[in-house]
Nanobody, 127 residues
C-alpha cells in the first residue's frame, strides 16, 4: 500500500500562488507516475498534471497554460504542484495520486490506473 498526504491548500486572491505538497509513504515504486487531480465544486474531477520517474517527463492539462509546475523529490518520494497566476476557476479540492509500477506516463491514463489517492487539500481562489 501507498499512503499519500497532501498539504499546502488554502485561500488566496486571484493572481496569487500556492504550492501543494504530497508526502508519499509505504510501498513506493521506482518507476511509476505521480500526479494531481482536482474537483471543482459541482463538477467532475479532472487531471491537472502528472510526472514520471524523478521528474524527467511531465504533462499538463490544457487549462494549466504554463501556470503550474509539477515536480518530485525522488529521495523522499514526494511530489509538488507550484500554482501561479491562480484564478477563481482554479478553486477545487486537489488530490495527489500515484500509480503502481509503470514504464511510461506519456499518455493520459485511465482513472483506474491511478491506484492511490490522498485525502485532498482545498484550494479557494477569490476574485
Amino acid at each position: 500500500q501507498v499512503q499519500l498526504v497532501e498539504s499546502g491548500g488554502g485561500s488566496v486572491e486571484a493572481g496569487g500562488s500556492l504550492r501543494l505538497s504530497c508526502a508519499a509513504s509505504g510501498k513506493t515504486y521506482l518507476r511509476r507516475c505521480m500526479g494531481w487531480f482536482r474537483q471543482p465544486p459541482g463538477k467532475e474531477r479532472e487531471e491537472v498534471a502528472r510526472i514520471y520517474n524523478g521528474g524527467s517527463d511531465t504533462y499538463y492539462a490544457a487549462f494549466v497554460a504554463g501556470r503550474f509546475t509539477i515536480s518530485q523529490d525522488s529521495a523522499k518520494n514526494d511530489a509538488y504542484l507550484q500554482m501561479n497566476s491562480l484564478t477563481p476557476e482554479d478553486t477545487a479540492m486537489y488530490y495527489c495520486v500515484a500509480t503502481g509500477p509503470r514504464t511510461s506516463c506519456s499518455e493520459e491514463l485511465p482513472i483506474s490506473e491511478w491506484r492511490y489517492w490522498g485525502q485532498g487539500t482545498l484550494v479557494t481562489v477569490s476574485s
